[in-house]
Every structure is written in structure tokens, then in C-alpha cells.
């Protein structure tokens, strides 16, 4: 080959070096699930939130058409052995309402923006005419009286809830290995966890389950899945989307955000979902931007800090090489790269489950006692899974356990927080977003709870991989994860975005312009 061969750009790189590589080995490993697509319905499964939408408008499918599809899908590649992302499949229901919008559409009467598109919503955000199980046992028969805000503003906004779908049991982990509901399977690898906690919404978005999905991130529970499924997961800034009828961890760091199969279809959701919630006394009074107004432009001038101390420390090195060939695209488009530190990454886990676990505890109570007003954790506990009791255990005056004191929580909040709001401020000077990876690795295997594999050193599977996401979620500012590449055996690792509070359409427009120019996203056909 000559020099100018060897002097392969990424993007050339990733469309054929990477894409065969990962084809064969998904190919090899995964027996009926195969990479890429070719049949007409994979491709309408597949198809953007955003085409989907104009389709309808078009005439060119039907609100029943896709609510069938999706349905068809999930009955043959989903349930407790196959890919398992759904708790709850409300297909009479959703059947029932996609007559009603193709109805109204035959009229050219549209509700809104997402007039009949099917949507899935992670099992913590309350439906009135859905089950609402929190991924526990408990909850198994419960459904709320009332719908959750976004719920509200989905539906105002024409879209169908397809179902719920499954989740780490309360929120509290990253696998979606679930005790009573059986375990989400990545659709890339299905002896792979999804990530989590909202690994079924990422699984569901992934396998052309649904249109797009609506996940919950405490502390990467959206940018994790939607990682380890190649898919774009966005964090908005804390107080941006309201969180009336949601299943609290955490007031100080909980947020909603979509996991979609593009950054145009991410923009869409939280155009809808955006804005302020009586319910929420965190919720943001400020104007909602049109997002898909900013979707557009390059990254010429654009100006990008990379943060290598703390957040590229202890990587797997696929993840490592891919995240580094995304910051060189990103140069390669005009964006200007320098290397800076956030500060005080030091106290970020402490100050995180200091405030995360006092917190959950008066808000998981306070949901229980919807379900039964005299309820308490400690009444539940033993109903509870292994993880969850044992972290909720150490809240509510177990033997030998360790709470967390009073006065430490209010260090935390007070103190540690703004430390590390500080760092984030300092590392942002003179700079648009902070580029760093999603997680340290690719998706784990299914059972590996406890501890995981990197590169022939056992880490604790939970703290290895909220590393990267949980410190923005501790100083509420927005992230976005879009597909950066695959490793060696083709599983996808993400590329994680920063950007400051309330900058969710400059985080967009970077979003795009990467995805548009690398197209890195390949779709598993079931």
C-alpha cells in the first residue's frame, strides 16, 4: 500500500475496517441476531422518530401499521428469553389509540409533533392505564391513579405508550439484571447486559421495539445504555424536564431523558417533554428552545476540552483508542481541541452517595405510600432484591450497617457539590463541551454484578462503569452520548459530551454534526 493508502481517515476507517470486523465477529457470536439489515420491515423498525413522524404526516405508513410492526417484533424476539426489554406490553390499548390517530389523521388533523408514534417508557414514570412496577415485585400490580408530566406531554403530543419497559429493580444499578423480571439482553451481544438502569428502554430503542424511548439517569442510568446499545442517550440539565409522577432516587441529580436511534430524534423528544411541572418544585421555568432549530451546522471553531485526567484513567484500551479517533474527527472537522482538568474528582463518588442515598430513601417512602400510606423501606426490605436490600439496608437502621449521618449529607449538598460545580466551571473556560468517554468499557456480561473484567483485572462492575457519567449528574449540567465506534469483538462504545447548564441546543448541533459525519450507527437485525 502506498503512503497515501496507509493515510486512512477515521471515517473511512470506521465504515469499512471496523464495521466488517464487527459484523463477523457479531455474526459468529450471536446466532440469529446478524449485523445490519436489508428487509423493508427491518428497515421501517429502524427507521428515525423524525421519518417515522413525516411518514405518518405522509401517508406513507399508519400509526397501526408501525404499532403492529413494533408488537410483531417484540412477541418474536423479546420475553424473558430473548432480548426482554418490555415488564409491560400495552398492545390492545396502543392498538386502540392508533385508530383513533389514523383516524384523525385521514381528517389531516394532527395532535402534534409525534401523532402516532409509538413509544416506550422506562417502568418508573407513572401510567394511569399501565402497570407502573418500578422493576420490583412490589409494585408488580400497581397502577397510579394519575399519568407522570412527561407521560402527559407525550400524549398531548400524539405519542402512543407502547408499554414499560424493564429496569435495574428501583433504579439502583447499571445492568438491568433484574431479579423478578429476568435480565435485559443487549441486542449486540445477548450474553451482555444493556447497561442500565434504563436498559430496557436502550434494548427496546435498539431492536426496532419502538419509535424512541424515555429513560431516567440519576447518574448515567440514560448515557450508559444508550452506550453499551449504540444509541443516542441524552442527560438534560437537572430541572429542565419536569419529574412529577416519577419514581425518585435522588432530587439533587434525577433526570428524564430519550434514548433515540438519532440526535434529530432526541432533539424532538425533549422539545416535548421540556418545561416547567407543577408537580416538580425543581423543574425550570425557562423558556423551551425549538431544539430542531439548532440540529444544524458544522464544528469549525467550535472549541472542545478533553479531560484525560481522572476520566481516561483505567479505560479498556478499544474504548480508549475509539474515544481518541472521535476527538481526532472532531479536529478533522474543525473543532479545536485542548487538553484541561475538572478539579476536585477526587471527592466526586463520595459527595455523589452521600447525597443519592439519603435522598432515596425519604423519596422511595414517599412513592410507597401512594401504594400503601402506611409503608415504609424498612416493612419492604426482604422483598426487595440482593442489591437493592443491601444498599437500602445501610439506610434504614440494619445491624451493622452505616447510614449516612445528617451532617454528612449536608456537606455533601452544600460543600462537596459546589466544589465540584467549581471544577466543571474552571474546566470549561474558553471551551463549548467536554469530550470523555461514556463508560471506561464495553458492555459486561449478564451475571458479572459484582465484579467485571477489564483487560485481566477483576473492578467493581457499578462504580467502574457510573465512573464517567456519575460527576455530571452530581453538578446537574446536560450530556449526550452518540456512537463513537465498536471494539474488537463489535460492541459499541459511546462518546460522551458536556456542555454547560441550560445548553442543550449547542450540545445538540455538536451531537449531530459528529453523527452526520461519521454515521458510526449500525443496527442489529433480529
Same mark, same amino acid.
Given at each position: 500500500?502506498?503512503?497515501?493508502?496507509?493515510?486512512?481517515?477515521?471515517?473511512?476507517?470506521?465504515?469499512?475496517?471496523?464495521?466488517?470486523?464487527?459484523?463477523?465477529?457479531?455474526?459468529?457470536?450471536?446466532?440469529?441476531?446478524?449485523?445490519?439489515?436489508?428487509?423493508?420491515?427491518?428497515?421501517?423498525?429502524?427507521?428515525?422518530?423524525?421519518?417515522?413522524?413525516?411518514?405518518?404526516?405522509?401517508?406513507?405508513?399508519?400509526?397501526?401499521?408501525?404499532?403492529?410492526?413494533?408488537?410483531?417484533?417484540?412477541?418474536?424476539?423479546?420475553?424473558?428469553?430473548?432480548?426482554?426489554?418490555?415488564?409491560?406490553?400495552?398492545?390492545?390499548?396502543?392498538?386502540?389509540?392508533?385508530?383513533?390517530?389514523?383516524?384523525?389523521?385521514?381528517?389531516?388533523?394532527?395532535?402534534?409533533?409525534?401523532?402516532?408514534?409509538?413509544?416506550?417508557?422506562?417502568?418508573?414514570?407513572?401510567?394511569?392505564?399501565?402497570?407502573?412496577?418500578?422493576?420490583?415485585?412490589?409494585?408488580?400490580?400497581?397502577?397510579?391513579?394519575?399519568?407522570?408530566?412527561?407521560?402527559?406531554?407525550?400524549?398531548?403530543?400524539?405519542?402512543?405508550?407502547?408499554?414499560?419497559?424493564?429496569?435495574?429493580?428501583?433504579?439502583?444499578?447499571?445492568?438491568?439484571?433484574?431479579?423478578?423480571?429476568?435480565?435485559?439482553?443487549?441486542?449486540?451481544?445477548?450474553?451482555?447486559?444493556?447497561?442500565?438502569?434504563?436498559?430496557?428502554?436502550?434494548?427496546?430503542?435498539?431492536?426496532?421495539?419502538?419509535?424512541?424511548?424515555?429513560?431516567?439517569?440519576?447518574?448515567?442510568?440514560?448515557?450508559?445504555?444508550?452506550?453499551?446499545?449504540?444509541?443516542?442517550?441524552?442527560?438534560?440539565?437537572?430541572?429542565?424536564?419536569?419529574?412529577?409522577?416519577?419514581?425518585?432516587?435522588?432530587?439533587?441529580?434525577?433526570?428524564?431523558?430519550?434514548?433515540?436511534?438519532?440526535?434529530?430524534?432526541?432533539?424532538?423528544?425533549?422539545?416535548?417533554?421540556?418545561?416547567?411541572?407543577?408537580?416538580?418544585?425543581?423543574?425550570?421555568?425557562?423558556?423551551?428552545?425549538?431544539?430542531?432549530?439548532?440540529?444544524?451546522?458544522?464544528?469549525?471553531?467550535?472549541?472542545?476540552?478533553?479531560?484525560?485526567?481522572?476520566?481516561?484513567?483505567?479505560?479498556?484500551?478499544?474504548?480508549?483508542?475509539?474515544?481518541?479517533?472521535?476527538?481526532?474527527?472532531?479536529?478533522?472537522?474543525?473543532?479545536?481541541?485542548?487538553?484541561?482538568?475538572?478539579?476536585?474528582?477526587?471527592?466526586?463518588?463520595?459527595?455523589?452517595?452521600?447525597?443519592?442515598?439519603?435522598?432515596?430513601?425519604?423519596?422511595?417512602?414517599?412513592?410507597?405510600?401512594?401504594?400503601?400510606?402506611?409503608?415504609?423501606?424498612?416493612?419492604?426490605?426482604?422483598? +426487595?432484591?440482593?442489591?437493592?436490600?443491601?444498599?437500602?439496608? %445501610?439506610? =434504614? &437502621?440494619? *445491624?451493622?450497617?452505616?447510614?449516612?449521618? /445528617? $451532617?454528612?449529607?449536608?456537606?455533601?449538598?452544600?460543600?462537596?457539590?459546589?466544589?465540584?460545580?467549581?471544577?466543571?466551571?474552571?474546566?470549561?473556560?474558553?471551551?463549548?463541551?467536554?469530550?470523555?468517554?461514556?463508560?471506561?468499557?464495553?458492555?459486561?456480561?449478564?451475571?458479572?454484578?459484582?465484579?467485571?473484567?477489564?483487560?485481566?483485572?477483576?473492578?467493581?462492575?457499578? +462504580?467502574?462503569?457510573?465512573?464517567?457519567?456519575?460527576?455530571? %449528574?452530581? =453538578? &446537574?449540567? *446536560?450530556?449526550?452520548?452518540?456512537?463513537? /465506534? $465498536?471494539?474488537?469483538?463489535?460492541?459499541?462504545?459511546?462518546?460522551?459530551?458536556?456542555?454547560?447548564?441550560?445548553?442543550?441546543?449547542?450540545?445538540?448541533?455538536?451531537?449531530?454534526?459528529?453523527?452526520?459525519?461519521?454515521?458510526?450507527?449500525?443496527?442489529?437485525?433480529?
Amino acid at each position: 500500500m502506498d503512503e497515501k493508502g496507509k493515510e486512512i481517515n477515521r471515517r473511512t476507517f470506521i465504515k469499512t475496517t471496523l464495521a466488517a470486523g464487527a459484523g463477523l465477529a457479531l455474526t459468529n457470536s450471536m446466532g440469529n441476531l446478524a449485523w445490519g439489515g436489508s428487509s423493508s420491515e427491518d428497515a421501517l423498525a429502524q427507521s428515525s422518530l423524525c421519518d417515522l413522524a413525516r411518514m405518518i404526516r405522509n401517508g406513507e405508513t399508519s400509526s397501526q401499521e408501525l404499532v403492529k410492526l413494533y408488537l410483531g417484533r417484540i412477541q418474536q424476539f423479546g420475553g424473558r428469553k430473548g432480548i426482554n426489554a418490555y415488564i409491560t406490553v400495552a398492545g390492545e390499548e396502543a392498538l386502540k389509540q392508533a385508530e383513533r390517530l389514523d383516524n384523525l389523521t385521514k381528517q389531516k388533523k394532527f395532535k402534534g409533533p409525534l401523532h402516532g408514534i409509538p413509544i416506550a417508557v422506562k417502568d418508573n414514570l407513572d401510567t394511569k392505564d399501565i402497570r407502573t412496577t418500578g422493576g420490583s415485585k412490589i409494585l408488580a400490580s400497581w397502577v397510579p391513579p394519575t399519568n407522570a408530566h412527561v407521560i402527559e406531554k407525550l400524549q398531548e403530543a400524539g405519542a402512543i405508550i407502547l408499554g414499560k419497559t424493564n429496569m435495574h429493580e428501583f433504579a439502583f444499578g447499571i445492568t438491568t439484571n433484574n431479579p423478578f423480571y429476568g435480565p435485559t439482553r443487549n441486542p449486540y451481544d445477548p450474553s451482555r447486559i444493556p447497561g442500565g438502569s434504563s436498559g430496557g428502554s436502550a434494548a427496546a430503542a435498539a431492536s426496532g421495539f419502538c419509535a424512541g424511548a424515555i429513560g431516567t439517569d440519576s447518574g448515567g442510568s440514560v448515557r450508559i445504555p444508550a452506550s453499551l446499545c449504540n444509541l443516542v442517550g441524552l442527560k438534560p440539565t437537572l430541572g429542565r424536564v419536569g419529574r412529577g409522577g416519577m419514581m425518585y432516587l435522588s432530587f439533587t441529580r434525577d433526570v428524564i431523558g430519550p434514548l433515540t436511534r438519532t440526535v434529530m430524534d432526541s432533539a424532538l423528544l425533549l422539545k416535548v417533554m421540556a418545561g416547567k411541572d407543577h408537580r416538580d418544585p425543581e423543574s425550570s421555568t425557562d423558556p423551551v428552545p425549538d431544539y430542531l432549530s439548532y440540529v444544524k451546522g458544522g464544528l469549525k471553531g467550535k472549541r472542545f476540552g478533553v479531560p484525560r485526567k481522572y476520566f481516561f484513567e483505567s479505560i479498556h484500551s478499544d474504548t480508549r483508542k475509539v474515544v481518541d479517533e472521535s476527538i481526532r474527527e472532531i479536529q478533522n472537522m474543525g473543532g479545536v481541541v485542548k487538553e484541561v482538568e475538572v478539579k476536585h474528582m477526587d471527592i466526586a463518588t463520595p459527595t455523589g452517595f452521600s447525597i443519592v442515598l439519603a435522598e432515596c430513601i425519604y423519596l422511595m417512602e414517599n412513592y410507597l405510600k401512594a401504594f400503601n400510606p402506611k409503608a415504609t423501606i424498612a416493612e419492604y426490605l426482604d422483598q +426487595m432484591g440482593p442489591d437493592v436490600k443491601g444498599v437500602l439496608g %445501610s439506610q =434504614v &437502621g440494619i *445491624p451493622e450497617s452505616k447510614p449516612v449521618p /445528617g $451532617y454528612v449529607y449536608a456537606k455533601a449538598v452544600r460543600e462537596d457539590r459546589n466544589k465540584m460545580i467549581s471544577g466543571f466551571e474552571e474546566a470549561m473556560l474558553g471551551v463549548d463541551a467536554l469530550l470523555l468517554p461514556t463508560t471506561p468499557l464495553p458492555a459486561s456480561k449478564i451475571g458479572e454484578d459484582v465484579e467485571t473484567d477489564l483487560e485481566g483485572k477483576k473492578v467493581n462492575t457499578f +462504580m467502574t462503569f457510573i465512573k464517567d457519567c456519575d460527576p455530571v %449528574s452530581v =453538578v &446537574g449540567y *446536560p450530556a449526550i452520548t452518540v456512537p463513537a /465506534g $465498536y471494539s474488537s469483538t463489535g460492541l459499541p462504545i459511546g462518546l460522551q459530551i458536556v456542555a454547560r447548564p441550560f445548553e442543550e441546543p449547542k450540545l445538540l448541533q455538536i451531537a449531530h454534526a459528529f453523527e452526520q459525519t461519521t454515521k458510526i450507527r449500525k443496527s442489529p437485525t433480529l
